[in-house]
Antibody, heavy 117, light 107 residues
Framework: QVQLQQSGAELVKPGSSVKISCKAS????????MHWIKQQPGNGLEWIGW????????KYNQKFNGKATLTADKSSSTAYMQLSSLTSEDSAVYFC??????????WGQGTLVTVSS | DIQMTQSPASLSASLGETVTIECLAS??????LAWYQQKPGKSPQLLIY???SLNDGVPSRFSGSGSGTQYSLKINSLQSEDVSIYFC?????????FGGGTKLELK
């Protein structure tokens, strides 16, 4: 079965960067886009972008250009998202997700990023 | 960007009741609409895709309908486990966008 296992919670300082991971199993990692989605407390969901691990192609929500960088390691079936120049506005839960048919059918458990001095 | 407006923002209903949640897109999304259920501290779960197709394992009391810019999620015979937040999401054009969510509680 498809599983997406994300890395643990992070407490980081303003101005720093953080890299979170999403390890995929149960399917061919290189054949499906991996998406990343942000959820702030009490707020809705924002799509950040996707990466196609087969060739490394990426597409970003313009809002996250310069903030998020998506990469993937085919050898370990792991997708990564680096967030840079962190501010309090980046404090959120971040999900990786994979599409199936017309929606995000598979989700990681979420990674909480807290930006605080 | 396509804006997705959900209503109501919150809803209180009794067990066994039928509830409907609406989602309005700022432009035609040609039925490229998904619905998700999210329980506290959990990831969203896909309920409906392409506006009216039930995802695997989702109870048949959930149904979706709509076209163009107007869509709805209906829950028949409300159960206690349906207490959640529900989101709509358009898959028609990038950036994919979500509605603000509807919090469903028991009366």
């Amino acid at each position: 079965q498809v599983q997406l296992q994300q890395s643990g919670a992070e407490l980081v300082k303003p101005g720093s960067s953080v890299k979170i991971s999403c390890k995929a199993s149960g399917y061919t990692f290189t054949s499906y886009d991996m998406h990343w989605i942000k959820q702030q407390p009490g707020n809705g969901l924002e799509w950040i972008g996707w990466i196609y691990p087969g060739n490394g192609n990426t597409k970003y929500n313009q809002k996250f250009n310069g903030k998020a960088t998506l990469t993937a390691d085919k050898s370990s079936s792991t997708a990564y998202m680096q967030l840079s120049s962190l501010t309090s506005e980046d404090s959120a839960v971040y999900f990786c997700a994979r599409r199936k048919r017309g929606g995000f059918a598979y989700w990681g458990q979420g990674t909480l990023v807290t930006v605080s001095s | 960007d396509i804006q997705m407006t959900q209503s109501p923002a919150s809803l209180s209903a009794s067990l066994g009741e039928t509830v409907t949640i609406e989602c309005l897109a700022s432009e035609d999304i040609y039925s490229n609409l998904a619905w998700y259920q999210q329980k506290p501290g959990k990831s969203p779960q896909l309920l409906i895709y392409y506006a009216n197709s039930l995802n695997d394992g989702v109870p048949s009391r959930f149904s979706g309908s709509g076209s163009g810019t107007q869509y709805s999620l209906k829950i028949n015979s409300l159960q206690s486990e349906d207490v959640s937040i529900y989101f709509c999401q358009q898959n028609y054009d990038s950036p994919w966008t979500f509605g603000g969510g509807t919090k469903l509680e028991l009366k």
